[in-house]
């Protein structure tokens, strides 16, 4: 919310540098990285494909934008191409986790606290509409992300335009995510409490029903959720 110019020179003018090129060498296949982001502050307990776009920062507004120039491209240049909409990207899988420097991500800033590689974590807003107060989030592992891409090259081979949103189609907040980590690794994982940050919704939840119904699509690492809908957290049925 301080530089929008670098989401929009990121993703936008470099998507349509790409684009261009793809159009050009005649590239068949394309899957972008979108994001819930572009949902904004959705009005329902699980995000739907068909649920307005209303994003509330320049990052989703500037996937959005992706989006729809992909679907010029695909009318006028025959690019073929599947919009995934991650939710909270998280895990590791054979040795491969994240990687950011600097980090932002919630789960890795926890952890990075419980081996002593920073003192605390910063909790943003405590006065969300929420149950504890606390942003809400649905974390989808990476294994699940890789097999969805696996799914939307193959479906391309027969289908012009895909649009999909990721996730495990259970919420849950900062301060659970934080309280589950300090119960796996017995350490206080001290917390700041701060301000609000502006273009954070309070609740973003993902209804990934159309790409299970669609191509098969189903999650092999689960989420737990039992103290989930206890708490009066979105959920699903069991799977």
């Not at 419980?114 to 605390?120: D, E, F, I, V």
């Not at 509409?129 to 974390?139: H, I, L």
Request: proline content about 6%; some cysteine; charged content about 20%.
């Amino acid at each position: 919310m301080k530089n929008p110019g670098k989401y929009f020179r990121n993703n936008v003018t470099n998507s349509l540098n790409l684009l261009e090129c793809c159009a050009a060498n005649k590239v068949s296949r394309f899957v972008l990285s979108s994001t819930a982001a572009i949902f904004g502050d959705p009005q329902t307990p699980l995000i739907e494909e068909s649920a307005p776009k209303a994003p509330l920062n320049p990052y989703g507004e500037s996937k959005l934008q992706v989006e729809s120039m992909l679907r010029w491209f695909q009318e006028i240049h025959g690019v073929r191409y599947a919009a995934l909409r991650y939710f909270n990207v998280a895990g590791a899988w054979d040795g491969h986790g994240e990687h950011h420097d600097p980090e932002t991500h919630i789960i890795p800033i926890v952890l990075q606290v419980a081996m002593g590689k920073r003192q605390n974590v910063s909790v943003f807003g405590s006065d969300y509409p929420t149950p504890d107060g606390t942003c809400v989030r649905d974390y989808v592992h990476i294994y699940d992300l890789a097999m969805a891409h696996l799914l939307v090259m193959e479906a391309l081979k027969d289908r012009e335009a895909l649009a999909y949103n990721l996730g495990n189609g259970n919420g849950f907040s900062v301060r659970q995510v934080i309280e589950t980590a300090r119960k796996i690794t017995g350490h206080a994982i001290p917390v700041i409490e701060s301000p609000r940050r502006a273009g954070d919704p309070p609740v973003l939840v993902a209804s990934s029903v159309k790409i299970g119904k669609e191509l098969g699509w189903k999650r092999v690492v689960v989420v737990s959720r039992s103290v989930n809908c206890r708490l009066g957290y979105p959920c699903t049925h069991d799977r």
